[in-house]
């Protein structure tokens, strides 16, 4: 009888650890159809460009067309860190949410851009279809406000 007091919480205790190590992995899933793929440095049909500040992008909202191929120039203008993926609002939420319990990890999504205060990358990415696709910052206390909305028109 009481023994099964003990097992609970124990069985609580690897299902929990087990749906974090699953969400790890589907966070490498971000890349689904709807939000896009990583795209093809010879598609690039036009260049946009994103600053990060303390703690916002500008612009936020952007507007592409279905299929088109873009590069991403993002420059971090902050004083801070900062991230951006692009993802599903519920991928980028469960990220977001990986980065505040395992601040230490390093996180290995494939399409992550990591900026030092000062720095700028590019992100080269494909939209495949007609919708909204968000974009965020998933540090802590960064991601509630710096987040981006991307419009996919029908071409
Ligand atoms: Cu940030």
């Known amino acids: 009888m009481n023994r099964s007091f003990l097992i609970i919480p124990f069985v609580a205790l690897v299902l929990f650890s087990t749906s974090i190590y699953s969400s790890v992995g589907q966070s ?7 939000i896009g793929r990583p795209g093809d440095p010879g598609k690039v049909s036009r260049t946009i460009k994103l600053t990060q500040v303390d ?3 500008l612009p936020s909202e952007l507007t592409v067309s279905a299929g088109e191929t873009i590069r991403f120039v993002i420059k971090n203008g902050g004083n ?3 991230e951006m993926l692009i993802g599903s609002m ?3 939420k469960k990220i977001a949410n990986m980065r ?3 601040p230490e990890m390093n996180h290995p999504e494939a399409h992550l851009i990591q900026l030092e205060p000062g720095e700028q990358k590019e992100l080269i990415w494909q939209f495949t279809d007609v919708g909204t696709v968000d974009f ?6 960064h991601f509630k406000k710096m987040r981006g909305k991307i419009t996919v028109e029908k071409k």
């Open 90 to 92: 519920a991928d980028l």
């Open 100 to 102: 505040r319990k395992f």
């Open 28 to 34: 490498n899933i971000a890349v689904k159809a709807d």
């Open 80 to 82: 801070n860190k900062h």
């Open 136 to 141: 965020a910052c998933p540090l802590p206390g």
């Open 55 to 57: 703690n916002m992008f």
